[in-house]
Structure formats: C-alpha cells, structure tokens
C-alpha cells in the first residue's frame, strides 16, 4: 500500500507540474489545457477537433506567430501547442502508447520549424513523462539538467516564461531528488534543490505555483516523517488555494493532509480531509485521484479497527484500478485486502486475495509489492498453522526486501520469521532471525530518536515564534490602544474643525445672502423701475465722482505735472429727451407702456458702447456721457447717433404713428477751459437741462429733432459763474459772447423765455 500512495502522490504532482507549463496560444487551446486538471478526456477532445478542422499553414506564413486570422488553419506552433496538449491529455489517463506519440509528433513538428522555444516545452513535457509513465527518474534527471542549462541561453524569451520554465525544471528535479534513499547528506541535497526552486519561484511568484510548491515541499517533509515542518506548508497551501479557489491544489493538498493525519493518529481530521478530495475526484471522474482517496479512507478505516468500513473502499479502489488497468496497484490493493481479511480472521478470503496479488506482482516484476504480499502470505500460514508454508514465503519476502533495500519490508520478514522459527519449534534460528530484527529496530529506534530531537528543536523554534509572537501581540495590542487614543484626539480635533468649517460655511452663507440682498438693494436703488437703466440716484453719486478726477487730471496738465492734456478724460453730455414716452401710457394703456419703456431701456442698454455710459434722468429725458468721444466738439454727430438709437427702437418695436422727435441738449467737460472746477455736477445738468429746453421750443418751432450744444470759448473766465444762478451765468455768457450755442434749429433761440421756463 506504501507503494501505491506514493505513486500516486507523484502522479498528482507531476500533471499538475507539466499541465500548467503553456505557450501563448489560441483561445481554444488555451481552454484545453485548462481542462487537463478536472477533464482531461474533454481537452482531448477539444485539441483532436483543433487538429481535425484545421490544415497546417505553409512555412511561408511566419510559423513563429501565434495570430490565426483565418480559422481554417494552424500555425506550426500551435500545432506543437496542440500536440503536447494530447501527449499531456493521454499521460493523465495513463495512455502511455497514445502519450508517446504525441510528444514525438509535437518534437517533431517543433524541430522543423526550429521552434527552439517550444522545444523547451516539449523537454519538459517529456521529463514529466519519463518520471510518470516510464518510472526512470533518473533518464528524467539527466534530461532536466540539460533543459535547465538551456534556459539561460534564450535572453530573448520573455522574463515571465522563462522564469516559469526554470522553476517547473528546478521544482520537477527535487521531486526527483525526493525518490532517491533519505539520509542527512540526501536531505540537504533535496532542500538545496527546492531552494532553487524557490529562487526560480521569485518574489512576485504566481501564486497557483506558488501553492504548487508549498504542496511539493510539504509532501517532502511528510516523506521524511518531518510533521510540524510538513504541516506548515500544507496547510499554508491549503488555505491558500482554498481562498483562490484552485480546486485541484485543494484535492493535492487534501490528499496530503490526510496522510499527515494519518501518521499522528488524527483520525477525525485525515477523514475530513480525505473525504474533500474524494469529493473533487468523484466530481470530475478522476479514476486515479478517486482511487487514491479510496485506498486513504480503507487506510484510515483499517488503522482504527473499522475493519467492514475498510474493505468496502478498497473494493471501489480495486475496481477503479481494474479500469485503469495498472497491475501494480491492483496488485498492492489485493494485499491489503487481504490483511484486512486477517484482521477479520477469513483465513480462505485472505489467502485468495494475497496469492492473486503475488501472481500480479510477479507478471508485472513489482519487488516491493511482491516482498509485502510474502509477507501478508506467511502471516495467514502462520496463523493457519501451515509453518513450513510461512517459513518459505518470508524467506522469499526477506530476499526480494534485502534486494531492493526497504528496511521496514526487511524489518517485517525478520519478525515474522523470527515468530515461524519459534511456532515450529526452531529455537536458534528464532534467535538469529530476533538479534537481526533487533539490529533493524535499532537502526529504526535510532533514526526515530533522531526525528524525535528535529522535531523537538522544531517545536522549540515554533514555541519561540510563538512567544515572540505573543510578545508582538501585546506590544501590537498596547499599540493598538494607544492609536485608539490617538483616534479619539484626532476625532476630537476633527469634529471641532469641523464644527468650525461648519459656522465658517454657515457664515460665509449669510454673508453671501446678505451680500445678494445688498446687491439687489443696490440695483434697485439706482435703477429706474421702468426701463431699467441707471437711475438719477446712480448719476448724482458717480457724476460728482468722475468729475472730480477729470477735474484734477486736467488740473495736472494744466500745473504742467502732465505733459500731453489729458484728452481721454474729457467727457461729452448729452441730454435728451423722447416725446413719446409722455403720452405712451395715454395710447397704449399702463401695463403695455411699462413693456414699452422696459424694451427700449434693454434696447438702449445693449446697443451702448462701453465706457459711455446711459442714465434714465426722469419720466422722458436722458442723460448719455461719453468719455473721449468721437463726436467731441462735434454735437451734430452725437445728436445724429442718439437719434438713430431711438429710431432703431421704434422700428424694431414696430411702433407706428409716435413721436420720434428728440430734443438733445449738449456740453462738454471740462466746460470752462481755464477754470475745470468752477462747475461741478449739478451746475452741469443744470446747463444740459437749459440746452434742452432750448431744443424743446426749437422742436416746437420748426416740427423736426433738434439739438442745442452750449459751450465757452477758451477765455470765458471763471467770474462768469461765481453767482450761484447758473441759468442766469449761460444767459449772461450767452448775451456777452463768452458762451457760444451750436444748433441745429434755423430760428433764433428766445433764451428769455427759455430761462423762464416752458409751461408745454
């Protein structure tokens, strides 16, 4: 039964170590491989049906790409890729013949088109091979050594694969290494081998090989009986693939976990364990996997007296291996069968079962399985009394364990012999046959004791770790408490920062209320309620404002401080007024001629030109200043544009039958040449309001728009306005010459009456 697990232990191990070595490849083939692991029946399926469909490509169409556009033909590459996925197919179902000739038809393909690449992967498909199908591990050594050297002569390869290849040849070689006889020398050359391993592995390893590897290392320490060692690693891999959800390495796994168990006598757990890989090989009809975990279970039962329990899994294992058709291992489940039978006292059963067995292991030249069936045969002679019987087998058992140098087989025949000699009675070669089972069991004693001591320096630097451990964990939990401290502070901190961010926000919130508020107080100060434009209000605060500064830039070139006069602060007025806005409400009623006046304000508003500037002054009249105007001195050509303004309006709003006349009276600032502060604001509108009156009566006279633009010649002194009646100043000027009137009427102008006012 020794021999049985163990095959299969390898068995496992190796297709998953060949099945995850892939070239880049198409989708379909991809998908193949991936079905090597749980359905390796359905992926040859799958890649026969690649071949079938598909002709192979001329050599002339680049037979080192992987790109098939065309779907009715492969690539020599993935034809190689192809054929190593059947060769791989056919050895998980233990089809040597069919496995053979694939890997030949895939080396073959890949050394005519000098795919040296792919050669690589063949190699190591091979390998693998070799070691499950032919059982020559060491025609599988020879051949990895010279695939490992290989390896570093393709730097053009990308870093990825040939990491992944190094590490499948370094991890297949220590399991190679593992097979040969343990000793301290053989078990630091195997170490040394899985550190290559490791190495290869890399930091930022894949972690599927990863846990491949920890199940490999961890099946090694089993081998060697290093249990804490052996149960790091597995149960590492298992947790590992279990929250990935690598359903295989969860079975590989499993499976050893359970034999763990199963030497420390944790019989619950081995049977946990052992039932989760059936469970996945029944799932995927693994017949090799599912017999394994049969013979484990029999095991299992059979070490805890459960003799009934036993028989029936060895026969569902006997059964899938008569599928199988692998002699050896029927061979092997026959003579456990039969000591199963011992152990229930049926004698006949037990010795039918251990002579097919030894029938079995002759014709398929199985030393061990033979050694162990002897050996299960002269124990039911002995048992049966038939003492010359069980002499014979045993000495056969001890020869053919002395042959292939198994000391628990050799230990066996010795003490069952030593018994025979004693039954017949033949006391001296009962002694001899003792002294020589007790030089065995020393031995034995001997290495138990030096596991023993290991595992006891191991358990000593576990017990460290742990109280190292231990020692982090209260530094951790102190730590721990003093961050909670520290979070509470900060949470502290946090939450009255936040709090003022909060009457910050909530401040700058009323502030920016408050400020809208402020603003449509202000629109609605100085804003004309009807038309929306700029209000008297607006133009008392900033008329007095910009009069003050053109006053002293002119002031300043005047002292000689500027050197140039300061033409863009001279600002032309003009104030006029629309006649049919008065009688707008009287026509067309109040809500029609509020529309009215609100069009022609945003008419107006968006027609004037910055920086001239537009102000409602009363129900009919506006003000228009333009700083640095074009139309400077030139009144005729202010009046023709604020006539066409009105005039755009009136057609724009359709308006028929009103009174388009205008009448505009104008001045300029500075409005005394020599003396710039002797008018200020008010007195200004005063002389605009009097040249608008004087355009009114003109307008009345001759029936058409008029303008009147009063102004003083360079000399007018500034005595001429130190009375505080301004009308009467302009009438005094006008009378004596020193202010000139430009108009556009063609009669005399009565300023008398102008002065008196105009009852109309």
């Avoid at 149960?235 to 690598?246: G, I, M, R, T, V």
């Avoid at 290495?447 to 209260?474: A, G």
Wanted: glycine share 2%; proline share 2%; aromatic share 8%.
């Amino acid at each position: 039964m020794r021999f049985l697990t163990t095959a299969l232990l390898f068995l496992s191990l190796l297709i998953s170590n060949f099945a995850s070595a892939t070239i880049n490849s198409t989708p379909i083939l991809t998908e193949a491989e991936a079905l090597l692991h749980t359905a390796p029946g359905q992926a040859l399926q799958v890649t026969e049906r690649y071949l079938m469909q598909r002709r192979l490509a001329e050599t002339t169409n680049r037979p080192h790409s992987n790109n098939e556009a065309d779907r009715s033909i492969r690539t020599p590459l993935n034809t190689v890729h192809a054929y190593l996925i059947a060769a791989k197919a056919h050895g998980t179902l233990l089809q040597r013949e069919e496995a053979w000739k694939f890997l030949a038809l895939a080396k073959e393909m890949a050394t005519a088109h000098h795919l040296k690449r792919a050669l690589l992967e063949v190699t190591l498909a091979e390998t693998s091979l070799l070691l499950m199908l032919n059982n020559d591990p060491k025609a599988a050594e020879s051949l990895l050594q010279t695939l490992i050297a290989k390896i570093p002569e393709f730097t053009d390869m990308h870093s990825s694969r040939i990491q992944r290849l190094t590490f499948e040849a370094r991890l297949l070689n220590a399991i190679i290494v593992t097979e040969q006889e343990q000793g301290k020398e053989n078990e630091q050359k195997t170490l040394a081998q899985f550190e290559l391993a490791q190495k290869a592995l890399g930091a930022d390893a894949d972690l599927k090989l990863k846990v491949r590897y920890q199940i490999a290392l961890g099946n090694y320490f089993l081998r060697i009986q290093s249990h804490e060692r052996a149960l790091s690693e597995l149960l590492s891999a298992y947790w590992q693939a279990s929250e990935n959800d690598f359903s295989a390495q969860i079975a590989q796994a499993n499976i050893a976990l359970t034999k763990l168990y199963q030497q420390k006598g944790a019989f619950d757990k081995a049977l946990q364990h052992a039932n989760q890989a059936a469970e996945f090989y029944e799932q995927y009809d693994l017949r090799c996997g599912l017999s394994e975990t049969q013979t484990l279970l029999a095991g299992l039962y059979h070490q805890q007296g459960r003799y009934n329990f036993a028989l029936v899994h060895y026969f569902n294992a006997l059964e899938l291996e008569k599928m199988l058709a692998r002699d050896v291992q029927i061979a092997d489940i026959n003579v456990a069968i039969a000591n199963t039978y011992l152990k229930l006292l049926r004698y006949p059963q037990a010795k039918e079962y251990v002579n097919d067995a030894i029938k079995l292991a002759k014709n398929a030249n199985a030393m061990e399985v033979l050694a162990h069936a002897l050996i299960v045969k002269g124990e039911q002679a002995l048992l049966t009394q038939q003492t010359d019987v069980a002499i014979d087998a045993l000495k056969q058992a001890l020869n053919h364990a002395t042959a292939i140098n198994n000391y628990t087989l050799k230990r066996d025949s010795l003490a069952q012999l030593s018994r025979a000699y004693e039954q017949k009675p033949d006391y001296p070669n009962a002694l001899y046959f003792q002294r020589r089972y007790d030089e065995i069991s020393q031995r034995d004693e001997t290495q138990r004791r030096n596991q023993e001591t290991e595992s006891f320096k191991q358990s000593q630097r576990v017990i460290e770790r742990q109280l190292q451990f231990d020692d982090m964990q209260k530094q951790h939990t102190e730590n721990t408490q003093t961050i909670v401290e520290q979070k509470k502070i900060n949470l502290f901190l946090l939450g009255s920062l936040s709090i003022l961010l909060l009457v910050l926000v909530l401040r700058n919130r009323a502030a920016s209320v408050r400020l809208n508020q402020l603003q449509d107080l202000q629109k609605e100060l100085y804003t004309h309620p009807r038309s929306g434009l700029r209000n008297l209000r607006m133009l008392n605060d900033r008329l007095s404002n910009s009069l003050a500064k053109t006053s002293a830039h002119f002031e300043q070139w005047y002292l000689g401080e500027m050197i140039h006069e300061p033409l863009s602060d001279k600002l032309s007025f003009a104030m006029f007024e629309v006649p049919f806005l008065k009688v707008v409400y009287l026509q067309h009623g109040y809500h029609q001629g509020l529309e009215l006046e609100r069009q022609m304000g945003d008419f107006l508003k968006s027609h004037i030109i910055k920086p001239a500037r537009l102000y409602h002054f009363s129900d009919a009249m506006f003000i228009y200043i333009e700083p640095n105007a074009e139309t400077l001195n030139a009144p005729e050509r202010l009046a023709s544009k604020i006539q066409q303004l009105v005039d755009n309006f009136v057609q724009e709003a359709g308006l028929k039958d009103v009174d388009n006349r205008l009448r505009v009276g104008m001045a300029d600032y500075p409005f005394l040449p020599r003396a710039f502060t002797s008018i200020n604001d008010k007195e200004l509108i005063d002389i605009l309001l009097m040249a608008t009156s004087a355009a009114r009566q003109a307008c009345k006279n001759e029936l058409t728009s008029q303008w009147v633009q009063i102004s003083a010649i360079d000399s007018t002194p500034a005595a001429c306005f130190a009375d505080n009646n301004v009308r009467q100043a302009c009438l005094d000027g006008i009378s004596t010459g020193l202010l000139k009137v430009k108009t556009s009427a063609n009669g005399e102008i009565n300023w008398q009456t102008v002065h008196e006012s105009d009852k109309n």
